[in-house]
């Protein structure tokens, strides 16, 4: 490092008498490590006096000369200090004697340094405290504090003491965790030192259960439900089925996974028609939600299961022999006009397609005679293909309209087959 002589004198006068004294020393000076500091002593008093320096003090106490980073002239009118260092920073002295009496100056050398900064690595503090940062520093003049890059404020909620070594947040946030800088600067801004405590916020968890968009699955389906949870310290999770803990269900289809974050239910059945809750808990508190889980049964399963036992084979319990028999009656009746219409169906169907399947025949049969009898074979132009195509797309349709009118029928012969049964039932327990 290039050194520097910094030089700045100060005058005064000391009266003896009818006798002036003028002492010249070097003043403070701010000087950064490494560089040369200068000091100059002289005394001014008339012809008759006698006097000399004698020596240099720092602090109160006789320098050492000798001292390898100290020079002086034979006189000690000029002292210097080569290469400092923090310590040398003090008050020097420089002592006469004039006329058997001593006289002194003094001159203040300011070495600047790196600002020394302690603080607590790691501070925690429960949401809505009121949390203090320090940064307490030597050697500094100012302190600076950011949070994510931005420089905090009173504005910001932010308060200061004791030259902002020390930051103070009331009722902190969970927004508020995080890495914190502090930022001591020297007298001249030469140096700063950055100190990084980092503030830990705890909170309760928050927790949001996620299933099927309406809650209602299909029996078989598999499921899985999700527990989005926050919290710090990370909270515990568990799941219940209408208030009794998953983990005691002792069923293979229900599986915790991904840290207790997601439930699977496989093959589900109408019987896992439940609330379903997920339980986040941690030091600071709990917190849950839940999905009313729906299972629906297969709708084939569920119309066959009406139709055949409610009507066909009534309970016997308490009825007599007549009512069972008319019982049974009425359930021989209902599947043989269940029959006939089926038949009747089948066959009209049947009817249909072979009366849309002459045109046709014809059509090709014709185009054999004006172009294939040579080759043994008959073949039908891609027009009169596209033709027939169309001829049976609409022909199926109506066949579909006729078919839903039967079935519509149909409906309408079990129906009042039913009411008949049940009429006939209620008269024979009336007898």
Not at 169 to 196: E, H, K, L, P, W
Not at 253 to 276: H, Q, W
Request: glycine residues 6%.
């Amino acid at each position: 490092m290039k050194s520097c002589v910094v030089q700045l004198l100060l005058y005064f006068t000391i009266e003896t008498g009818s006798s002036t004294v003028n002492v010249r020393l070097a003043s403070s000076a701010h000087l950064l490590p490494g560089q040369n500091a200068l000091f100059s002593c002289s005394v001014t008093a008339p012809a008759s006096s006698s006097f000399r320096i004698t020596r240099w003090e720092k602090g109160g106490t006789a320098l050492n000369l000798n001292d390898s980073r100290y020079t002086s002239n034979p006189t000690l009118e000029s002292f210097s200090i080569h290469q400092v260092t923090k310590t040398d920073t003090g008050l020097y002295y420089c002592v006469a004697t004039i006329d058997g009496a001593e006289k002194s100056d003094v001159a203040y050398l300011d070495v600047l340094v790196n600002p020394e900064i302690s603080f607590n690595p790691l501070t925690v503090a429960a949401e809505g405290d009121s949390v203090t940062l320090g940064c307490p520093s030597a050697y500094f003049t100012s302190i600076r504090w950011t949070f994510n890059g931005v420089k905090t404020s009173r504005k910001l909620g932010y308060t200061y003491s004791k030259n902002n070594a020390f930051l103070t947040i009331d009722r902190v946030s969970r927004t508020q965790a995080g890495q914190y800088v502090c930022t001591a600067f020297n007298y001249y801004n030469y140096f700063a030192t950055m100190g990084t405590p980092v503030l830990v916020v705890h909170y309760a968890p928050d927790v949001v259960v996620h299933g099927p968009s309406n809650g209602t699955v299909i029996q078989d389906d598999a499921v899985r439900l999700y527990c989005n949870a926050s919290g710090v310290p990370p909270p515990r999770i568990r799941w219940e089925k209408d208030g009794v803990l998953v983990s005691d269900l002792r069923s293979s289809r229900y599986k915790i996974e991904s840290e207790g974050k997601v439930l699977s239910i496989a093959g589900v059945l109408t019987s896992d028609t439940s609330n379903i809750t997920c339980i986040a808990n941690n030091s600071m508190g709990s917190s849950s939600d839940y999905c009313e889980l729906t299972v629906e049964g297969k709708s084939a399963t569920s119309a066959t299961t009406k139709l055949t036992p409610a009507y066909m084979y009534p309970s016997t319990k308490g009825k007599s022999l007549a009512a069972i028999a008319g019982s049974v009656s009425g359930g021989v009746l209902l599947i043989a006009i269940f029959i006939v219409a089926v038949v009747e169906v089948r066959k009209k169907n049947k009817g249909r397609r072979q009366d849309g399947a002459a045109p046709r025949q014809k059509q090709c049969e014709a185009k054999k005679g004006a172009d294939g009898a040579e080759r043994g074979r008959y073949s039908c132009s891609d027009e009169d293909s596209r033709i027939d195509i169309i001829e049976e797309v609409k022909k199926n349709r109506e066949e579909v309209r006729e078919v839903r009118k039967d079935v519509a029928h149909l409906t309408d012969v079990i129906k009042s087959s039913q009411k008949l049964i049940a009429d006939k039932q209620s008269t024979i327990t009336d007898v």
